[in-house]
């Protein structure tokens, strides 16, 4: 393929924001292909993020196709009014042009009139597939994560034990699925919960209402509150908490489907930290812990009890759990395999 010039409405406008560095920018730089966000100049293909306005004229320039970055399950709401405020929300705060309507109309009318889709997931591309058949699932690259392997002997028997917890504050909901869980081990253990995000949140549009992430916690962990420490995202924030944790988790209210239909990025990342981890039975996790032979999945608190004990108290089974998924990783989401997906995504509307 010849060295492109991709103009690219971002995410964030620093594109320091993980859905940047980890999927458009991450293909670019390795095969040395040029990003704009300057969409006044001539670009050779425009990607869209789900920041994008959608309606906006640069989208309707003659001969320059439009690939579509969603990665968030955006085509399923939560419900329709929480749809439509979401929508009207946009248009009022200027980030989406047109008329209003709920936000899932536009992000359906925008995946028809795209010249290709980038999802991060098969889940996801079943229900896009409807609007657009020119769709890849792509997942993030996760290379500025080191890749950090530990002997059994390194995971030895303790009483005491840290629990990670690593993502945005908007999915922190999902831990009080597992209090009365972790309220029981700490009757057993000295536990320590880490929470890898950020202290303060925008409650809506990632712009309006801010909160303290510590409140949200507490609501959602009562009395064992305590436990916790918060720690600010960054890379090496998050590989300090993984090598001194033994065990991550990723609980989910699968009742939002914002939630349920997120990719396996977060599971992938704590393999690759060393760490084994216990999640939800979203679909996407559900279909990677059969593939790579792991048990990360806890369908009731009764299989959350069992399973975080085991993990607690066995660190050959931890060894093997963390071997089955880094095996995974090294035959399925390598970078070789991403930026091959990038290129097909890309070349399928080059004419």
């Known amino acids: 393929m010849r060295k492109l010039k991709v103009g690219y409405w971002p995410l964030s406008p620093t594109l320091e924001s993980a859905g940047d560095r980890r999927r458009l920018l991450f293909w670019a730089k390795a095969r040395g292909h040029s990003i704009v966000t300057d969409l006044d100049q001539t670009v050779d293909v425009m990607v869209a993020s789900e920041n994008a306005d959608f309606n906006s004229s640069y989208f309707s320039k003659k001969k320059i196709p439009i690939i579509f970055d969603l990665v968030d399950a955006y085509l399923i709401p939560l419900n329709y009014y929480d749809d439509l405020a979401r929508g009207f929300a946009k248009r009022f705060a200027g980030q989406i042009s047109g008329s209003i309507k709920p936000f899932t109309h536009h992000v359906r009318d925008f995946c028809l009139n795209s010249s290709a889709i980038i999802c991060s997931s098969p889940e996801q591309e079943s229900i896009i597939n409807s609007y657009n058949s020119n769709t890849h699932v792509i997942l993030d690259s996760h290379e500025e994560i080191p890749f950090i392997t530990r002997p059994i002997s390194s995971r030895s028997k303790s009483s005491n034990h840290r629990i ?168 399925n989401h390598n970078q070789t395999i991403l930026l091959d997906k990038w290129d097909a995504a890309i070349e399928s509307v080059m004419s």
Not at 248 to 255: E, F, K, Q
Not at 280 to 309: C, H, M
Request: with cysteine; charged share 20%; proline share 7%.
């Open 164 to 331: 990670l917890w690593e993502g945005q504050p908007a999915t922190i909901g999902g831990v009080k699925f597992v209090y009365p869980v972790l309220k029981e081990l700490s009757k057993t253990t000295t536990l320590s919960l880490d929470f890898v995000t950020d202290k303060n949140y925008f409650q809506f549009l990632n712009r309006y209402f801010e909160r303290n992430t510590f409140n949200l916690l507490k609501r959602n962990l009562g009395e064992i509150v305590d436990l916790v420490k918060i720690t600010p995202w960054t890379p090496e924030n998050l590989v300090g908490c993984a090598e001194a944790s033994t065990v991550a988790m990723i609980p989910l209210d699968l009742s939002v489907p914002m939630a349920r239909l997120k990719p396996e990025n977060r599971l992938l990342i704590m393999w690759r930290l060393g760490l084994p981890c216990l999640t939800s039975p979203s679909p996407a996790y559900v279909r990677v812990s059969q593939k790579a032979g792991v048990r990360a999945i806890s369908n009731t608190l009764e299989e959350w009890s069992d399973n975080f004990n085991r993990l607690l108290s066995d660190p050959v089974f931890v060894h093997d759990e963390v071997l089955a998924g880094q095996n995974y990783l090294r035959e």
